[in-house]
């Protein structure tokens, strides 16, 4: 007789959160969280199918609509952050009429379009191979941390196919003469390579790279979350619409901001030479 488990599948990714108290003292302190977002595919190298995608989604969701998150961390379990496309998933979708493409491909679009949009700061540490969607991943994170020692490709063109669905988000953030290349020839690059072209902003040791996460975490956690907000729709707009209207758009947010409570009360900590009510408390309790 054969026993069947009755544990439930590992999730494709999970989140936990991290919860702290702000310095707030009229209102005895607000809650801020720190959201923790793992890719738990390890067996797989964290590569990308229908379900991780939609699970990545609805964590995503989850995240945007917790007033008192403050920032997103990303990270992978394993030895790799991420091998882009799992092999069952490509070897199904080859078998799709264009119809059902379009659908597939928009489901991944969405992932990356919630994950760059996500108001609030992202952090990620990525290690081991990085490729295909997984540099679609990072190239949506507002900061990234490369692990000396991990591998990048864009290595679609090498099976006839092209990083089309995240052109956009590599293109903002790469040098063009960089995707250009690693788009066009599919080749390896390395952690200092990706560093040099634009697609991460910090290459640490294995060792040091937990310690860096806390530090940047920190930085991040000191600005003003209305303002970072702001900043980040802002950029989107120019990004995604062109810069023709900043001008304006840039004139209105520095007027709204400066007359807006949370900017009204950062100013008046700043010249009282007091931590501002959104800094958090360094003590924090996890969930």
């Known amino acids: 007789m054969t026993k069947h488990s009755?544990?439930?599948?590992?999730?494709?990714?999970?989140?936990?959160?991290?919860?702290?108290?702000?310095?707030?003292?009229?209102?005895?302190?607000?809650?801020?969280?720190?959201?923790?977002?793992?890719?738990?595919?390890?067996?797989?190298?964290?590569?990308?199918?229908?379900?991780?995608?939609?699970?990545?989604?609805?964590?995503?969701?989850?995240?945007?609509?917790?007033?008192?998150?403050?920032?997103l961390v990303v990270r992978a379990e394993g030895e790799h952050f991420s091998a882009g496309a799992d092999l069952s998933w490509m070897k199904s979708s080859a078998q799709l009429s264009y119809a059902e493409n379009i659908e597939d491909a928009s489901l991944l679009d969405k992932l990356f379009r919630n994950l760059k949009t996500l108001p609030i700061p992202t952090l990620g540490i990525v290690q081991g191979s990085v490729f295909g969607g997984g540099v679609g991943l990072v190239a949506c994170l507002d900061t990234v941390i490369a692990l000396q020692g991990s591998r990048w490709a864009l290595s679609e063109v090498k099976l006839g196919l092209?990083?089309?669905?995240?052109?956009?988000?590599?293109?903002?953030?790469?040098?063009?003469?960089?995707?250009?290349?690693?788009?066009?020839?599919?080749?390896?690059?390395?952690?200092?390579?990706?560093?040099?072209s634009g697609l991460v902003t910090h290459v640490a040791t294995p060792q040091d790279g937990e310690s860096l996460v806390q530090t940047l975490g920190d930085?991040?956690?000191?600005?003003?979350?209305?303002?970072?907000?702001?900043?980040?729709?802002?950029?989107?707009?120019?990004?995604?619409?062109?810069?023709s209207g900043a001008p304006d758009l840039g004139i209105q947010l520095i007027a709204r901001l400066r007359t807006s409570p949370e900017g009204q009360a950062g100013l008046l900590a700043f010249f009282n030479k007091a931590p501002p009510p959104w800094k958090i408390d360094i003590h924090p309790s996890s969930t």
Not at 171 to 194: C, D, H, V, W
Request: with cysteine.
């Open 6 to 71: 009755t544990e439930s599948p590992k999730p494709a990714a999970t989140l936990s959160w991290q919860e702290f108290k702000t310095m707030d003292q009229q209102r005895g302190g607000d809650k801020a969280s720190v959201a923790h977002l793992t890719l738990s595919r390890p067996h797989k190298a964290n590569a990308f199918d229908k379900e991780m995608m939609c699970t990545l989604i609805d964590l995503l969701d989850q995240v945007s609509r917790e007033p008192s998150a403050r920032l």
């Open 162 to 196: 092209a990083p089309a669905v995240i052109m956009p988000y590599l293109f903002y953030k790469m040098r063009p003469g960089s995707l250009r290349t690693y788009a066009l020839t599919g080749q390896i690059f390395t952690a200092n390579e990706a560093l040099e």
């Open 219 to 243: 930085s991040l956690l000191n600005g003003s979350p209305q303002a970072q907000r702001e900043i980040k729709h802002y950029l989107n707009q120019m990004e995604f619409s062109g810069i």
